[in-house]
């Protein structure tokens, strides 16, 4: 059926430090493929997307590359330290060497399989509290009612490393960390306003626990809002474009279909948030990458 992939993304991570967008868009395809099945064929919200829960099948000269991974580490750094006993020992850290796809058409020869669905479905629901709390869209954040659109914003926080730290889409791509890793309930609706913006006042209406933190226009209260200037470290509001460009002053940099798709997905109104089907012919998937985005060593 497919191995776990965490060999595979580890390695890549610590050899580049961030995820190129060809391997990050393969594996949003396959799963919004799977994601469309299961919502529109047999009405399962999936609720857990993560990357333990993602296999990758491998064909043709790409199962041998893997395989020869397996078998073989390389040195990515050492460093030399003081032991108990005063002697200098040198400690190295390896990864399993791992041969990539250098050309765009090898990429096909690997296809990505969602799996460990849940046992939620459309028209019942057994629990309100899904997802970690990173990858909570806005409506679970705030106790309103939920349907298959929060796939679609937990598909963006798909990545899981191999300690289940959860990594959203924008860290697979950029290495930066959106949200404190220690993010609370009580705080992550505030992140999210931070960067996504107002809440729809009618979510915020059918919602058990909105007015924690909006009025009745969607805005964040006045209070949460003086709080958050007191804070002088922090921007009170921040586009995803302005965080990235500060925390690497401006060397990564993801194409303009990329940024489209992210936007997209994190639609903060659930029922204006696109579809599996309808993601699935954003150009970012359909189309061609230019060259800039694939992996090159």
């Known amino acids: 059926m497919g191995v776990h992939i965490y060999k595979f993304m580890d390695c890549l991570l610590l050899k580049s430090r961030r995820y190129p967008e060809e391997v990050a868009r393969m594996v949003i395809r396959d799963v919004l493929r799977a994601l469309d099945y299961a919502h529109t064929e047999c009405s399962i919200i999936h609720t857990d997307i993560k990357l333990s829960n993602v296999l990758a099948a491998c064909y043709g000269r790409m199962t041998v590359d893997l395989a020869m991974a397996s078998d073989e580490e390389e040195d ?89 730290t959860t990594l959203h889409l924008f860290q697979m791509l950029s290495h930066c960390i959106l949200y404190p890793e220690d993010v609370t309930e009580g705080i992550l609706p505030i992140f999210q306003w931070r960067i996504f913006g107002d809440f729809p006042p009618e979510l915020v209406a059918r919602s058990s626990k909105g007015i924690a933190w909006f009025d009745e226009n969607g805005h964040l209260l006045d209070g949460l809002v003086e709080a958050l200037q007191n804070e002088g470290h922090l921007k009170l509001r921040i586009s995803l474009k302005e965080y990235l460009e500060a925390v690497t002053d401006g060397e990564v940099t993801f194409s303009d279909e990329c940024w489209d798709i992210l936007e997209k997905m994190l639609t903060v109104d659930p029922q204006q948030r696109p579809t599996a089907k309808e993601l699935l012919s954003h150009p970012w998937l359909s189309g061609e990458l230019p060259k800039a985005y694939y992996f090159t060593g």
């Not at 765009?104 to 046992?119: A, S």
């Not at 937990?154 to 191999?162: G, K, P, Q, V, Y």
């Open 76 to 164: 990515l750094h050492s460093q030399d330290c003081i032991a108990a006993d005063g002697s200098t020992v040198t400690i190295h850290e390896t990864a399993p060497v791992l041969i990539m796809p250098q050309q765009p058409e090898d990429w096909n020869q690997m296809l990505f399989k969602l799996v460990d669905f849940g046992v939620d479905k459309v028209d019942q629901r057994l629990s309100q509290m899904i997802c970690t709390i990173p990858a909570r869209p806005p409506e679970v954040a705030i106790g309103a009612k939920w349907d298959t659109s929060v796939d679609i914003w937990e598909e963006w926080c798909l990545s899981e490393d191999s300690c289940g």
